[in-house]
Structures are given as C-alpha cells and as structure tokens.
DNA sequence: TGTATCGGATACGTATCTGTATCCGATACA
DNA sequence: TGTATCGGATACAGATACGTATCCGATACA
C-alpha cells in the first residue's frame, strides 16, 4: 500500500473496473459513459477522474488485469496421465470456457476493435498474446512428448493455429450457444489435427 | 424505382452508406455521430433521417449489402484444375483477402459485437453465416470429389471449423500484419487439415 | 409551362456527457 | 485529541449529439 493513506481507495478501484466491466459488456466500450459506470458502482463522476485520468486508461487496467488471468487459465492446463487419446483428453481439459466467458469475449473483443485504431493498445494487447502463444507452445510441446511424438510445424505457429480456431469458435458460440456449445469444435477437430500435424514415424 | 419520383435519392443513399462504411471502421459505430456520416458525406442531417430512421437501421442496411458481396467472392472460387495438390491449390486460390478487407474486418467485428446485444442483428448476422457456411460445404464436398477422397466429417462442421480458422487468423493478421500477413496462417495448415479429414482409403 | 410533390437544408429546443474547480467528511498520524 | 491530508461529492460551464418541425429549391408530370 503507498505511502499517504488508503484502504478505501483500492476498494472503490476494484468497484469501479468491476462495474465497468459489467456495463461495457452490456453497452459497449463507446456506449458506455463515464456516468454509467460510477452510477452502477455507487460512486459519482468525482471518484472517477480521482482513481483514474479516462476511460481509455481505465480499459488498458481492465485488459491487463483479464490478461493476467487467462494466463494464469493456461498455466494451469494440467495435461492428463491416461494413455488412451493423450490429444482428446488434452483437448477436453483445456476447452471448458469460465462461467463468464460472454462478459470477457464481449470486452476483448470491443478491446481488439480498440487496439486496432490505437497503437498502444494494440502493444498491450500484441504482447499478451506474444505470452499466451509462447505458454501454448509450450504446452503442445509436452503434449507431443506425452504423445511420442515429434511436432512437424514450428510450435508457435501451431500456437497461432490454435488461438485462431479457438477464437473463431468462441465467436459462434456466442452467437449461437444452441447450434455450437462452447468447446465443441474444439473437441470434436483440435485432436485430429494435433495428430495429424505430429511427424510421420521414422 | 418507386413511384414518386428518384434518382438522387439513391445517389445519396448511396452516398450515406460509403461514407458511413468509411467512418465506422475508423472510430466505431459508437463514436461515430451520425453528424460524422453526414459530414463525410457531405450532407447534413436532415439527408440522413430522409434516408434512415436511425444509425441502427443503416448499420443493418450496410451489413447485408457487404454480406451479398462476401457470399458472392465465396461461390466465385473456382477449384482449380491441376491435378498435384488440389487441397493447397484450393487454399491458396480462396485466401486472398480483398484489398479494402480491413474496413470490413473491423465494421463485421463491431457488428458481431452489435449482434451479441440485439436479436434482430444476431438474426441476420446467423442467417448470412448460414448461408455462408452452406456455400463452403458445398464447396469442400466438390473438393473432396477432386480430390478423390470422402470427407469424413460432416461438411457443415467442416465449414464451422474453416470459418473459425478463418476469422481468427484474420483478426491476428490485423493485429500484427507483419508477424502474420494475411492468409498465411491458412495457406500453412489448412491443406494438411483437410486432407487428414477425409476419411481413410479402404 | 404550371404545379404538386419530393429531397434535402436550416433552425430550434433538449438531453447528455465531459472535465474541472471547489468543498466537506473521514482517516492516518503525531 | 488535534490536525494535515486524502477521497470522494457537489456544483458549474461548455460542448456535442439528437430528433423534429419547417422551409425552399428541384424534379416529375399533366
């Protein structure tokens, strides 16, 4: 804690990112005004301009906090010990997406709209994915041990390949939850294709 | 044309919607003012709730002009003839994205954001990838005949998978286009992904 | 050529949002 | 317990956006 005072402070900081979070999901990072957010934390527009110096401002703590976790989501991707399907079960452990999942997409994808008009934002948002690749690579590299097998393809491309099917179904999932339940694409292709992309025996 | 009369009413209609199109990829649908389109197209309001009711309904216009257009670019693929690697020559003959493709990456983007809150978008936007979706399966079937080969998943889960591929790799490629420039990611794997998806020769 | 209608411009009132400057209660600290 | 500082509320002034109501020039049409 600094130096001066505080205990009040961090609070109505951590009220005021969890509001904005709920209402940016809602409304959008736009549509939301500074208003909104201190009305739906129980504060006025003053606590706002004292905790933070813009909404930009308020969004690049708010990505970086979310970065954090879904690294910290990764990291903690255990690889299963059965030997039966090592690329299923691996799938299967790491595709259940958190409850809040639709709040988080909306927001880092309204980030990624941002990012691609403001540099540093899209710097911030680069160099989390630069890590989330670099942590996935890693764990495919050990899923291909696990496997006995050796990756044919660089693994931070494979990493990229990843990030984008995983994405892109995150997308349809979203939109329509009933015709594609989240993880079910990835379930029913990533193991196929992690397979076929091991290196032929020798 | 309707009955009245026209013929600068759809110039300006016209007109609304390309400068509309312009100045929401560049600060969003949300911080665009409709003064914004109106300026840009050198109108002023008034032209504008002549034409539309509001910037809702002219988003949904611009959208399904723009969907036309892409499901248009996906049945003018033509498979090519050579008979070395049909599943590349294929990838590499439909991955060339459009020139204006950022414009409309970022404007599809804020509409699937727009649509995740709004039925009646989340409507349309699920009807075009429907229909989308229905294309590429046609397509990947007559493929796989090329090929010589039977798709061992269903075609529409094939689409899914295709489409997330695409639009995942699309939305890195605009994050960072000289780490991924665009249709590299496809060109990389998708061959060896569907070739490992038909189903083994018997 | 006259005239009714159409398309877009102008003018207006209102609501909302923004950022700052100031004030007051609360808390740390001596 | 006194006091300086801190955190957030209040008050204010300016800007921007919105939607409507009205006006005027242009075009179709008789």
Redesign the pocket.
Known sequence: M????????P???ARLLEAATEVFAERGFHG?????I?QHA??????????FG??DELLLVLFDANSERVLDRLRAVELPEGDTDVFAAAVAAAATPPDDDRTWFLITTEFTLYAVRNPRAAAALNERDARLRTSLAELLGELYTRAGATPAVDLEDLARLVVAVVEGARAQSHLEPDALPPGRLEQQFLPTVLRALAAPRR
Chains 1, 2 share one sequence.
Not at 2 to 8: A, L, Q
Not at 32 to 36: A, F, G, K, N, R
Not at 42 to 51: E, K, L, P
Request: net charge positive; charged share 30%.
């Open positions: 600094p130096k001066g005072m505080t205990k009040r402070r609070q109505t900081r939301t005004s500074i208003e909104d201190c129980g504060y006025t527009r003053g606590a706002f301009y004292s905790n813009s909404k």
